[in-house]
T-cell receptor, first 111, second 115 residues
Framework: DAKTTQPNSMESNEEEPVHLPCNHS???????IHWYRQLPSQGPEYVIH???SNVNNRMASLAIAEDRKSSTLILHRATLRDAAVYYC????????????FGDGTTLTVKP | DTGVSQDPRHKITKRGQNVTFRCDPI?????LYWYRQTLGQGPEFLTY????????KSRLLSDRFSAERPKGSFSTLEIQRTEQGDSAMYLC?????????????FGPGTRLTVT
């Protein structure tokens, strides 16, 4: 499985944008980039996914580099409830959804 | 609430005992996954089912672990002769046959403590 690399931790101030980076230099052409987040004492929660084009949904935006070797999850206005561990994972068409989660980025949001 | 549910939420057992966890996926989700998560680490894939068929097992799933999904609905994960190293959060997830690229919905997990 192709691997992803994320910073261990990041901090943000409340109501400011947050850019969470992810490197995936060994991504294959059919791998989708998925982001999940995990709040304390809960299971992971799907955030967003994309293949090549930037994507937006109600939770976040996903910006994918042109060479697809990196991506950035963008939270437009961080709230205290966004404090969580954010995981960037790759998912191909042939691995039936099993995922290799790294250790993710722990986001701290300061009031 | 129609999310993924897991039972029990917490389990404390003594080393050497057997434990069984249950997962109820979102109805009509045909894929079901088990993960294990230790403190400070991301979830590690254990096994997954498509309907009642167990299609893949991780090398992490030793002979002491067995998972079933007899009717393609709920699933159980049994650990025999528990060891202290089995202490972890056990997460279940499910996905729909029509979800884009296997978007997974996770349950709250079962926290196992082996003393």
């Amino acid at each position: 499985d192709a691997k992803t690399t994320q910073p261990n931790s990041m901090e943000s101030n409340e109501e400011e944008p947050v850019h969470l980076p992810c490197n995936h230099s060994t991504i294959s052409g059919t791998d989708y980039i998925h982001w999940y987040r995990q709040l304390p004492s809960q299971g992971p929660e799907y955030v967003i996914h994309g293949l090549t084009s930037n994507v937006n949904n109600r939770m976040a935006s996903l910006a994918i580099a042109e060479d697809r070797k990196s991506s950035t999850l963008i939270l437009h206005r961080a709230t205290l409830r966004d404090a969580a561990v954010y995981y960037c994972i790759l998912r191909g068409n042939t691995n039936a959804g099993k995922s290799t989660f790294g250790d993710g980025t722990t986001l701290t949001v300061k009031p | 609430d129609t999310g993924v549910s897991q039972d029990p939420r917490h389990k404390i057992t003594k080393r050497g005992q057997n434990v069984t966890f249950r997962c109820d996926p979102i109805s009509e989700h045909n894929r079901l996954y088990w993960y294990r998560q230790t403190l400070g680490q991301g979830p590690e894939f254990l096994t997954y089912f498509q309907n009642e068929a167990q299609l893949e097992k991780s090398r992490l799933l030793s002979d002491r672990f067995s998972a079933e999904r007899p009717k393609g609905s709920f699933s159980t994960l049994e650990i025999q002769r528990t060891e202290q190293g089995d202490s972890a959060m056990y997460l279940c997830a499910s996905s729909s046959p029509v979800s884009p690229h296997y978007e997974q919905y996770f349950g709250p997990g079962t926290r196992l403590t082996v003393t």
